[in-house]
T-cell receptor, first 113, second 109 residues
Framework: ETGVTQSPTHLIKTRGQQVTLRCSSQ?????VSWYQQALGQGPQFIFQ???????GRGNFPPRFSGLQFPNYSSELNVNALELDDSALYLC????????????FGPGTRLTVT | QKEVEQDPGPLSVPEGAIVSLNCTYS??????FMWYRQYSRKGPELLMY????GNKEDGRFTAQVDKSSKYISLFIRDSQPSDSATYLC?????????FGAGTRLTVKP
């Protein structure tokens, strides 16, 4: 069984740029959720994709967008980067729409300068 | 008031101690209650989840949920140095998922 993988591991971008983060879900899982974790804080829910459709969104602006592909892998896109977007971005996969049995990847650390 | 409150610690205990970690919450719609362990520079690892009120045990870990008090706990028995990590509580309903800020635990040999 393959776990959740994310790429890249680290990323440095400049304010105003755009970034794409990638996630491969655990085998057998059809749902991917994305979270933002600032230093010293718990993860904050960005959105969830279930069978390629957005299925719930947290309090994040529209410049945070995503996709899920037929193989259930996913992308998180962030446009017009701001300094406050610097954080660890976590992807979690699960089976079904519930958010109680999610398995997280190692995260992508994004630094915006 | 935050929707989920968790004491950030740090909490330091000797090896073999019983550890008690707690969270309070305000949204009575939450139905699922989770505990995650996060090592430095890693993603959170699901320890266990509970539906509604009650207790659940898994090895050295016991989760308790008291929905009437909006209070959840995680107990770690016979704590080990390898348990040193940040512990995150989380809770969800059909629409939302919220995490606590995490409690940093150190178990000293």
């Amino acid at each position: 069984e393959t776990g959740v993988t994310q790429s890249p591991t680290h990323l440095i971008k400049t304010r105003g740029q755009q970034v794409t983060l990638r996630c491969s879900s655990q085998s057998g899982h059809n749902t991917v959720s994305w979270y933002q974790q600032a230093l010293g804080q718990g993860p904050q829910f960005i959105f969830q994709y279930y069978r390629e459709e957005e299925n719930g969104r947290g309090n994040f602006p529209p410049r945070f967008s995503g996709l899920q592909f037929p193989n259930y892998s996913s992308e998180l896109n962030v446009n017009a980067l701001e300094l406050d977007d610097s954080a660890l971005y976590l992807c979690a996969s699960s089976n079904g729409q519930g958010r109680y049995e999610q398995y997280f990847g190692p995260g992508t650390r994004l630094t915006v300068t | 008031q935050k929707e989920v409150e968790q004491d950030p610690g740090p909490l330091s205990v000797p090896e073999g101690a019983i550890v008690s970690l707690n969270c309070t919450y305000s949204n009575s719609a939450f139905q699922y209650f989770m505990w995650y362990r996060q090592y430095s520079r890693k993603g959170p690892e699901l320890l266990m989840y509970t539906y509604s009120s009650g207790n659940k045990e898994d090895g050295r870990f016991t989760a308790q949920v008291d929905k009437s008090s909006k209070y959840i706990s995680l107990f770690i028995r016979d704590s080990q140095p390898s348990d040193s990590a940040t512990y995150l509580c989380a809770m969800s309903d059909n629409n939302d998922m919220r995490f606590g800020a995490g409690t940093r635990l150190t178990v000293k040999p």
